[in-house]
């Protein structure tokens, strides 16, 4: 039988295509969500669309004191691991306000690295397994308008990075998602480029693919390798001085 | 912003809001008058209100399948392509199709859809189960044919007037592959087409394709394709283990809008003698897979641009039995006389009408393509006194400029509808179409 795919911080538009592309090649899902019981209908939606089994987990990706016990409850332990746990927040209020900064570096970085690391522990003791951290490019370099969600993607990228290190020998692998920009309700409203701008489904997709082929690091769409190629190299006495 | 119907004929400057739940929908319909759209596949201006346009594309879940009876609940803007994809494999397929997939439910719904099987099947209708439905002040009502059943009634083929389609329940059929054995017929006129298809009412799929740049004695002559779902002992042995599992066609993009010279009265002459003689050619009985059978221009995205940037429009009309033949005969001289060759022109067999404002009457119903010219800009109103004079009537979900006038002569049924929405205070819900016909 086939071992489910988790799917962490399940309310995200990137989550629910990812648990689509899942279920649709027959894997059972296990949600989990803050408030979880408001995903029945995106459980009801897979199981009706792709005839597989869906449960639902609470998870507060932030409350790391419960994490050991969330994996534990699970009435399984899932072949993959993904999480799309994240929150942009406002930069300038990020800047004004310690607490709020607070916030976003733990839902961007100390969430999810560590109930990655929690997860690789079962993982590596079990010898196999894949997990799925969705970071961004923002964490690529930081820049003035968002270094705050940045550097806490720089953390989580080199958490996953580290942890893909450490795991290889155990037959666990890592994946790396660096998405741009992604056209999802927290983008609504913000006026992106339409050719570097991907939808929910295609990175479903892509994180798929990453996982059958295990992909150490993927851009999504791959246009921004090289956009971040370019950003990266930018002599910093130049980029200091840059608004991008 | 800017939208049109599938015909990219006349596009109008509207205001359209994407709801994500029904709190965000009760928001939009407390502005008034709203139409619901869906995937924007009806050809002209049933799916548009200037002032609150209101897309259902994000009410996409399914909520549940009884494998017992077939019926799957849904909402209303699940697409007919997810419900094959997700079914199919399983063993079941939609009740009644018309000829794209990528049409909502609640499209499905709001047109009562027909499709090659009306004449034994009759239209989307016989599916549905129950809709709930929203009216303007926000409130849900379930309607079915045991609970105000007027309003169900009046709901499927509607065209969304009767508020908005939230959720469904339909019931699905059972198929036991996903191909479909196919007869072709080549018939040398319009008689002979007719013929076929009265000798083969018990056939479960027909329609015909006809060369409609044909005159003369070859008035009418006409490719009659019949269909039915092929068993799985009937496939090419590689098929035979899994006979649900269809290999997905590849898809190709309309590119650009075509130049309109490139449709032209002489490419389109050829094209059709070219498809005719191809079709009445090659053999005869064949096994094709359900997308190629039901959804052939489903295969390029986007044909819609074939016609150039100023669109085109659609003609679709029903005729009474008594009437079809001779209405039909002077509909296609009419058509070939101009000039104005459509290569996409469809007949099909109907059986007998069901519903206060459906479409389909016991008869025969002809669809034509035609680009938006100043020549079809005078062949039209022609075709709709032809139809007049022969009792029919016009699908409103193909019309994009029928003068109200000629809709309510060829069917009285309107102005009852006009009349029913006005007592049940649904006339809040409006589009551009209604507006253009006083419904």
Redesign the interface.
């Known amino acids: 039988m086939t071992e489910p795919v988790l799917i962490l911080g399940a309310r995200s538009d990137i989550a629910r295509a990812t648990a689509h592309v899942f279920a649709a090649k027959g894997y059972p899902i296990q949600l989990a969500a803050r408030n979880v019981a408001s995903l029945e209908?995106?459980k009801?939606?897979l199981e009706?669309?792709?005839?597989v089994t869906v449960t639902l987990h609470e998870f507060d990706a932030v409350a790391i004191e419960d994490h050991s016990h969330f994996v534990d409850n699970l009435p399984e332990l899932p072949q993959i691991a993904v999480t799309a746990v994240g929150f942009m927040g406002d930069h300038d209020e990020s800047m004004r306000h310690p607490l709020a900064a607070a916030r976003v570096l733990r839902a961007n970085f100390e969430g999810p690295a560590l109930i990655l690391g929690e997860l690789s522990e079962r993982f590596a003791a079990r010898k196999y397994g894949t997990l799925v951290g969705i970071s961004s490019v923002a964490g690529d370099r930081g820049r003035a308008t968002n270094y705050i969600y940045g550097s806490a993607k720089a953390g989580f990228t080199a958490f996953l990075s580290g942890l893909r290190n450490r795991l290889a020998k155990e037959n666990v692998h890592v994946v790396t998602v660096l998405p741009g920009f992604v056209n999802t309700?927290m983008t609504e409203g913000m006026d992106l480029p339409g050719k570097l701008t991907a939808e929910p489904e295609e990175l479903g997709e892509a994180i798929y693919k990453a996982v059958e082929k295990s992909r150490n690091i993927i851009y999504v769409r791959p246009i921004w390798w090289l956009v971040m190629m370019i950003i990266r190299n930018i002599p910093e006495a130049i980029f200091k001085k840059m608004s991008i | 912003m800017k939208i049109s119907g599938w015909g990219n004929f006349e596009a109008q400057e509207a205001r359209v809001t994407a709801p994500k739940d029904e709190a965000a929908l009760s928001a939009a319909l407390s502005k008034g008058q709203a139409i619901a759209r869906g995937n924007g596949r009806s050809y002209g201006d049933s799916a548009i209100s200037k002032r609150n346009t209101v897309s259902m594309l994000g009410f996409n879940k399914m909520i549940g399948f009884d494998p017992e009876t077939g019926i799957l609940e849904a909402e209303a803007g699940v697409l007919l392509s997810d419900v094959i994809d997700s079914f199919l494999p399983r063993g079941w397929f939609p009740l009644v199709t018309p000829g794209t997939r990528l049409i909502t439910l609640g499209g499905a719904i709001a047109s009562d859809v027909h499709g090659k099987n009306h004449h034994v099947d009759g239209s989307f209708r016989a599916s549905v189960e129950w809709i709930d439905l929203v009216g303007a002040d926000g409130a849900l009502v379930r309607c079915s044919r045991d609970a105000d059943p007027e309003l169900f009634h009046y709901t499927i083929g509607g065209m969304g007037l009767t508020g908005i389609i939230l959720r469904c329940a339909i019931r699905l059929r059972p198929v036991r592959s996903g191909w479909i054995r196919q007869i072709t017929h080549a018939a040398k006129d319009l008689k002979a087409a007719m013929t076929c298809f009265e000798d083969n009412l018990d056939r479960p799929y027909s329609v015909a394709w006809i060369d409609c740049a044909a005159k003369g004695e070859r008035l009418g002559r006409s490719l009659v394709m019949l269909g039915d779902h092929a068993n799985p002992g009937e496939l090419p042995a590689r098929y035979h283990t899994d006979p649900l599992n269809v290999p997905k066609r590849t898809k190709r993009t309309f590119p650009f809008h075509l130049p309109n010279f490139v449709l032209n009265p002489f490419s389109v002459r050829a094209f059709n003698y070219l498809y005719y003689w191809k079709g009445a050619l090659t053999p005869k009985d064949r096994i094709v897979d359900w997308d190629s059978y039901f959804f052939p221009l489903d295969a390029i995205r986007h044909w819609n641009k074939l016609y150039g940037k100023r669109g085109f429009l659609q003609f679709q009309c029903a005729l009474p039995l008594d009437k079809a033949e001779a209405g039909l005969t002077k509909i296609l001289e009419a058509t070939a006389e101009t000039g104005q060759a459509s290569f996409l022109c469809v007949l099909k067999r109907f059986g007998p009408g069901a519903g206060p404002m459906s479409f389909p009457m016991e008869g025969y119903t002809l669809a034509m393509d035609f680009p938006n010219t100043e020549a079809t800009g005078d062949l039209l109103p022609r075709l709709d006194a032809i139809t007049l004079e022969h009792s029919g009537r016009f699908y409103l979900t193909k019309d994009a400029r029928l003068p109200a006038s000629i809709a309510h002569q060829s069917d009285p049924r309107m102005e009852e509808f006009a009349t029913w929405r006005r007592a049940r205070g649904l006339d809040q819900f409006a589009s551009s179409q209604s507006e253009r016909l006083i419904l």
């Open positions: 209908a995106d009801a939606d009706t669309r792709y005839g309700s």
